[in-house]
Structures are given as structure tokens and as C-alpha cells.
């Protein structure tokens, strides 16, 4: 027996001794469980973990799944999908066998979702956390098959529903800021460049090329478990060099002329998403304009810049 009575604590305990990766005997030791089921079933657990046997419950499968995928997912995205999995997919499968996971269950699961009333994207996003754990199980683990294949995915992609402000909606927007406000640069950086929020508030007055009128984008912002993670863009191909409107070159000059000595390789902007997004839903309260997210504001930048031959500058006509 390898689950043992602690008399002092009244608690019980498991000692055990396993195969490590590397082929070594180790001796493992783990504390407090109240009950002695709860101790052998902690070795279980442990053993299956080490064995990657698809026997093992989902939750011991989480955490296999974030060990395999630490040194590839950044720590804002696993922040994000620990998140995610613990609140939707752990309550409903934490303690279902990964091989025992069946469509049907997979469905009534969906209902369960679906009865929460959340965004149809937002359901996308939880289904996707699923998928990608059986997707993982199956290629890695030899889990027979993803049960997530056979049935028709919750929520819908956000790819097809593209919001956005005309550049009469962006004018009335930024003509209710004070010119020259951090707000007001703030508004205009992010329609008038396209960059996400996360590279806007990352950005530091050595990012610009003020002869060149170039915009280096080469890093992004989180805040995350109350600290400040500056991180590299979200893909490879994030990382880019942006043309800028000679306004928009001598608005950040003006703005920084007003804060002389500010470090060049300090945040421009030292506020965290949640800030910014509250600021947004001021002025568009303010100037009556349609609400949308922070993340929209760059959408027409992109449409138009993406068009061969076709500048945004050319299509909206911007002064120089």
C-alpha cells in the first residue's frame, strides 16, 4: 500500500516510487488529502500523467497539455486558455476519462454552453480550447480519435463580421478628444496605423523614425497576474515597419515636446487595456458615434492597405 495514515496531522499521505522521462527511479512524496481515496487516487492520476495513458481524467490532462506547451505559447495566450478551460471545460469533463469523452457528450456539453447566453465568438473561443486538447491527445498521446470531429462546431468565427467606422464616423469620433491629449494621439496612432492595442501600448518614442516617417512595430503589451509583460508581437509577421502621415509624425513630436525628458525607451502610453477600452466607450458615448471594440478601430487601415496599388492615405484623401 502506498497511501499512509499521518497521525500528527490526521491527514493522509502517498509515497511512491516512478519512472521518470529520463528513465530514472524516482521516489515521489505528496501530502494532505484528507481521505486515503483521495491519496491513491492522487497516484493514479500521477502515474497516468507519466505514462500519458488516455485513461487519465481530463483535468490531470490539462495540465499534461500546458507542460507539453510552455516554451510555445506565449504567457498571455496561456493565461487566456487556462482561463477558459478551467471555467467552461473542467466543471463538465474534469473528471472524465479522456478515452470515455464521446460526440454525444461533446453536444451536451455545447447545450450546456449555449444555455450561458454567451457571444456566438466567444463560444467559438471555448469550442476551440476543447478542440485543441483532443487535437493534442490524438497527435501526441495516440487518443484514438478527437470526439470534437464528429460534431458541428458552437458559435461562429468573428472573421465574418467585420465592424468598423467610416472616416466621417472616425472624424466625429476624434473631434469630441482634446487635441494634443494623450487620448487624442492615442486615437489617432491606432486608426491611422492599424497596429493592435497591445503594440500601441507597447509603444516607446524609439519606435518611431521621425526622418523617415516610419513606425517600428517589434514588441506588444500585457498586463498580466498585476505585472507589466512586454512580449513579442502575436506571429512573425507582426513584426513590421509602418508608413505614417507626416500629421501623424508631427502630432507625437508635439506630444512628446510636451513631455521633455521623457525616456526614449519608456511605454509613450503607461495605461493597461481595460483603460483604454473604458476611454473609447467615453468618447463614443460623447459623440454618438456606434460603439465598437478598440481591436475595430484598426480594421479599415487593413482592409485598404491590404488592396495591391491602393494606400489607406490615397483612399481617404488624409492632409499631409
Known amino acids: 500500500m502506498s497511501a499512509y495514515k499521518d497521525k500528527t496531522q490526521g491527514t493522509w499521505y502517498v509515497s511512491f516510487r516512478y519512472i521518470d522521462w529520463t528513465g530514472k527511479k524516482t521516489q515521489k512524496l505528496k501530502r494532505g488529502f484528507k481521505t486515503k481515496r483521495e491519496a491513491l487516487n492522487y497516484e493514479k492520476e500521477f502515474m497516468r500523467k507519466t505514462a500519458a495513458d488516455m485513461k487519465m481524467e481530463m483535468g490531470s490532462f490539462i495540465e499534461v497539455y500546458f507542460e507539453d506547451k510552455r516554451k510555445e505559447l506565449k504567457e498571455n495566450s496561456i493565461r487566456n486558455k487556462q482561463h477558459m478551460m478551467e471555467k467552461h471545460i473542467v466543471p463538465y469533463f474534469g473528471t472524465r476519462k479522456m478515452n470515455e469523452i464521446t460526440p454525444a457528450d461533446v453536444i451536451q456539453w ?8 454567451y457571444s456566438k465568438t466567444y463560444e467559438r473561443m471555448i469550442q476551440n480550447q476543447l478542440n485543441a486538447l483532443f487535437n493534442h491527445a490524438q497527435k501526441i498521446y495516440n487518443l484514438k480519435e478527437n470526439p470534437c470531429k464528429k460534431v458541428k462546431k458552437m458559435g461562429k468565427s468573428d472573421a465574418n463580421k467585420l465592424e468598423f467606422w467610416t472616416k466621417a464616423e472616425y472624424d466625429r469620433f476624434i473631434a469630441g478628444i482634446e487635441p494634443g491629449s494623450e487620448d487624442y494621439l492615442i486615437f489617432e496612432i491606432l486608426f491611422w496605423t492599424g497596429i493592435r492595442e ?27 497576474r498585476k505585472r507589466d509583460v512586454i512580449d513579442t508581437p502575436k506571429t512573425e509577421n507582426s513584426v513590421r515597419t509602418i508608413d505614417i502621415p507626416n500629421f501623424l509624425k508631427e502630432e507625437v513630436q508635439e506630444y512628446s515636446k510636451k513631455h521633455y525628458g521623457f525616456p526614449e525607451d519608456q511605454r509613450l502610453f503607461p495605461i493597461v487595456a481595460r483603460t483604454l477600452q473604458k476611454r473609447l466607450k467615453k468618447y463614443e458615448a460623447l459623440t454618438g458615434v456606434k460603439s465598437i471594440r478598440v481591436h475595430d478601430i484598426r480594421h479599415p487601415y487593413v482592409k485598404h492597405t491590404t488592396k495591391k496599388f491602393i494606400t489607406f492615405f490615397e483612399v481617404f484623401r488624409a492632409p499631409s
Open 198 to 224: 497591445g503594440e500601441l501600448l507597447a509603444l516607446s518614442l524609439s519606435d518611431f523614425d521621425m526622418s523617415g516617417n516610419l513606425l517600428h512595430i517589434n514588441k506588444t503589451y500585457n498586463r498580466i
Open 110 to 117: 455545447q447545450n450546456t454552453i449555449q444555455e450561458k447566453d
